[in-house]
């Protein structure tokens, strides 16, 4: 799970109890949030592992790993590029032995 200033990044069907699931969804949507809903083959591609940051010149950056990108669909990567300048890093050895990603 990711969020972002106005968007968030959640796999909701990993969230297998209906009134949580209904109760994040409507919380995220409560807070202006956006909701880019995952699945589990994407969240497993990292692509929960998004951060979004500001860069000196105050523009919206959305970073991520490459695995994390080619996990989204073309119509998530435009929902994004509204958010921020999309960036992405090469770390397949964090991924594979450590878990984690960018």
Known sequence: MNIGE???IVCLESIRDKVERHYLENKLKKLGKEIISITVDQMSQFCGNVLQLLS?????????SETAFSGFTETQHKILQKYGKIITVR???????????A
Do not use: H, Q
């Open 6 to 8: 106005k968007f968030a």
């Open 91 to 101: 770390v397949p050895t964090i991924e594979m032995v450590g878990g984690g990603s």
């Open 56 to 64: 000196n010149d105050g523009e919206s950056i959305i970073t991520m």
